[in-house]
T-cell receptor
Framework: GNSVTQMEGPVTLSEEAFLTINCTYTATGYPSLFWYVQYPGEGLQLLLKATKADDKGSNKGFEATYRKETTSFHLEKGSVQVSDSAVYFCALKAAGNKLTFGGGTRVLVKP | ETGVTQTPRHLVMGMTNKKSLKCEQHLGHNAMYWYKQSAKKPLELMFVYSLEERVENNSVPSRFSPECPNSSHLFLHLHTLQPEDSALYLC??????????????FGSGTQLSVL
């Protein structure tokens, strides 16, 4: 079956540091890949997505590249802010299936 | 009004109680979802409704009973729950034609504690 594995966290870092959250997946076929973000006290919202190999999704300074050879979709941001503190969820959607989410990674950015 | 509104935000109930969670979306979507978010576990899809008809039920125990009276409202009726049912319950909706839930809009959730 389809599955998503991401680093557990929490990830604690200082403002302006570089952030990487690893995500790997197992899926049949060629899934679309997503990152969702959940800010404190809010529901999840779509951050970015990529629909085919080598695509790069980007939004709000975050980037992730669809790597088919390593079945990965790592999230990166070059300089984080306190407002980036949230839980980040990696997800995939294979053809004919619903979204499958990873367990989420909590990120805490300190001033 | 925000896009997807859930009430109550917090709920504490005993194992013999009956309660209901409510979700309302103001986005004109035609599909709605219930997810369960437990600590350190992936989000679990519980139910999917499309055009007010249930299209998916992921082996959820019968103590959880969904209801979708119209495309804007979704309920989750709870009865005789167990402590392991304590979790954050998230409602989501998606746009017309996106029944596979590629881009979901989530509410803030109801934090449920079962004593």
């Amino acid at each position: 079956g389809n599955s998503v594995t991401q680093m557990e966290g929490p990830v604690t870092l200082s403002e302006e540091a570089f952030l990487t959250i690893n995500c790997t997946y197992t899926a049949t076929g060629y899934p679309s890949l997503f990152w969702y973000v959940q800010y404190p006290g809010e529901g999840l919202q779509l951050l970015l997505k990529a629909t085919k190999a080598d695509d790069k999704g980007s939004n709000k300074g975050f980037e992730a590249t669809y790597r088919k050879e390593t079945t990965s979709f790592h999230l990166e941001k070059g300089s984080v802010q306190v407002s980036d503190s949230a839980v980040y969820f990696c997800a995939l959607k294979a053809a004919g299936n619903k979204l499958t989410f990873g367990g989420g990674t909590r990120v805490l950015v300190k001033p | 009004e925000t896009g997807v509104t859930q009430t109550p935000r917090h709920l504490v109930m005993g194992m013999t109680n009956k309660k209901s969670l409510k979700c309302e979306q103001h986005l004109g979507h035609n599909a709605m979802y219930w997810y369960k978010q437990s600590a350190k576990k992936p989000l679990e899809l519980m139910f999917v409704y499309s055009l007010e008809e249930r299209v998916e039920n992921n082996s959820v125990p019968s103590r959880f009973s969904p209801e979708c009276p119209n495309s804007s409202h979704l309920f989750l009726h709870l009865h005789t729950l167990q402590p392991e049912d304590s979790a954050l319950y998230l409602c989501a909706s998606s746009e017309v034609g996106d029944i596979m839930g590629e881009k979901l809009f989530f509410g803030s959730g109801t934090q449920l504690s079962v004593l």
